[in-house]
């Protein structure tokens, strides 16, 4: 069984810095991807980023310049870097992981896993 659990979240102000983890246990291939989505209160959930054992790695706009994806194959785990954070990037955080690399998704596909979530509050 695939297990996430996130950790570093938490409060901020704004332009701080803030790095979360996610740990997968359970992964049955050495080839995965592993990425972030996040949802504001009263917004849908919406993806960071991804990241693949392959390098393939992928980043919503708003990511682009301020947050960093990485992978630590050897550990299984993911990260995001959140720098010059925003009042508007207060959100839950969610890690999710694939057994499929991110070259393998179709358009409207999902990662099968997900972790429980890690709060992310950035003040003004």
């Known amino acids: 069984q695939v297990k996430l659990v996130e950790s570093g979240g938490g409060s901020v102000q704004a332009g701080g810095s803030l790095k979360l983890a996610c740990v997968a246990s359970g992964l049955t291939s050495t080839r995965y991807s592993m990425g972030w989505f996040r949802q504001a209160p009263g917004s849908v959930r919406e993806g960071v980023g991804g990241?693949?054992?392959?390098?393939?790695?992928s980043d919503a706009d708003f990511a682009k310049g301020r947050f960093t994806i990485s992978l630590d194959n050897a550990k299984n785990t993911v990260y995001l870097q959140m720098n010059s954070l925003k009042p508007e990037d207060t959100a839950m955080y969610y890690c999710a992981a694939d057994l499929r690399t991110l070259t393998m998704f179709r358009p409207g596909d999902m990662f099968e896993y997900w972790g429980q979530g890690i709060l992310v509050t950035v003040s003004s």
């Open positions: 990241i693949d054992t392959d390098g393939n790695l």
